[in-house]
């Protein structure tokens, strides 16, 4: 938890700054893209202006996860210029949360203005097909270390923000709106939030079903909280790589998950690439 108020504020600062100066010469984007496990292929949609190593960013931390890389890549796409997160932090991985958002920190004070989250999730709606794509509507973080806690930094936002829409409401009619006229199945859903890393047991999952959950993930939640904090607009987008533990009756591996976001990266990336043409920020 953040008890020194100023002093995280000046890392993250530092932060931006850094990234200021690395990309000077060039306008800073408007848009931050994030991919998840096994989407990894997406970067190579981007026109790569400058890739920074996160060991190399002050004060990021380096991520651990399969299937992330753990670059920030510069570039464009689209014709736009592009942050693109190739690979994130998780709680799991033992960071607390300011550190799993501090990169969220550090692109809104670089004046980000959207957020694009993408990651990988079990389907718990039972009308779902492995490997669909899902808009995240909204999410369930109940059992949720919370991102919030401890001192609110007012330069970032407020202390109690409203989450009525964490998930900007045009953004995440830009998507399913992209996706249709791609002919890509896509639907929206309510994603839940498990801390992880062991994946959920099958009574957790009928649980979230019973609670409204349409898909569960280890990522997304605390960065989509932090970005709306700050007033960042936020899009989310799932891929739906296995069904919850339970529902086929076979256990959850890591490497289904991996295959599985591989198998929709064309569509994923075809998406991806139409969202950001089509936004205006
Ligand atoms: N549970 C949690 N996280 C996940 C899953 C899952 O079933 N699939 C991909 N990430």
């Known amino acids: 938890?953040?008890?020194?108020?100023?002093?995280?504020?000046?890392?993250?600062?530092?932060?931006?700054?850094?990234?200021?100066?690395?990309?000077?010469?060039?306008?800073?984007?408007?848009?931050?893209?994030?991919?998840?496990?096994?989407?990894?292929?997406?970067?190579?949609?981007?026109?790569?202006?400058?890739?920074?190593?996160y060991k190399d960013i002050p004060g990021f931390p380096v991520s651990t996860a399969p299937g992330h890389k753990g670059s920030l890549i510069f570039g464009t796409l689209?014709?736009?210029?592009?942050?693109?997160?190739?690979?994130?932090?998780?709680?799991?991985?033992?960071?607390?949360?300011?550190?799993?958002?501090?990169?969220?920190?550090v692109m809104g004070r670089l004046g980000v203005k959207a957020l694009l989250l993408t990651n990988a999730?079990?389907?718990?709606?039972?009308?779902?097909?492995?490997?669909?794509?899902?808009?995240?509507?909204?999410?369930?973080?109940?059992?949720?270390?919370?991102?919030l806690r401890g001192p609110n930094i007012e330069e970032f936002g407020t202390?109690?923000?409203?989450?009525?829409?964490?998930?900007?409401?045009?953004?995440?009619?830009?998507?399913?709106?992209?996706?249709?006229?791609?002919?890509?199945?896509?639907?929206?859903?309510?994603?839940?939030?498990?801390?992880?890393?062991?994946?959920?047991?099958?009574?957790e999952i009928r649980a979230l079903r019973i609670l409204g959950a349409d898909c569960v993930g280890m990522s997304t939640v605390p960065e989509a909280i932090a970005?709306?904090?700050m007033g960042i607009r936020v899009a989310a987008m799932s891929c739906i790589t296995n069904m919850a533990a339970g529902i086929t009756g076979q256990a959850l591996s890591e490497q289904e998950v991996l295959d599985n976001a591989a198998l929709a990266s064309e569509n994923s990336c075809a998406l991806v690439k139409e969202f950001v043409k089509r936004i205006n920020l």
């Open 1 to 53: 938890m953040i008890t020194d108020t100023k002093e995280f504020v000046k890392r993250v600062d530092d932060a931006a700054d850094f990234l200021r100066t690395a990309v000077a010469g060039n306008t800073l984007p408007s848009i931050c893209i994030v991919l998840g496990s096994g989407l990894g292929p997406l970067a190579s949609m981007v026109d790569v202006i400058k890739e920074i190593s």
């Open 159 to 203: 202390r109690f923000p409203d989450q009525c829409h964490v998930y900007d409401p045009e953004l995440t009619d830009t998507l399913v709106n992209c996706a249709r006229d791609l002919k890509i199945r896509i639907s929206r859903g309510v994603y839940a939030y498990s801390k992880g890393p062991q994946y959920e047991t099958p009574a």
């Open 121 to 147: 999730s079990g389907g718990i709606n039972l009308d779902m097909k492995v490997p669909e794509l899902v808009a995240i509507t909204d999410h369930l973080s109940f059992n949720a270390e919370p991102v």
């Open 78 to 105: 689209e014709g736009k210029n592009v942050f693109l997160m190739n690979g994130r932090f998780h709680y799991y991985e033992g960071y607390p949360m300011e550190t799993v958002t501090f990169y969220v920190r």
């Open 227 to 229: 970005a709306s904090h």
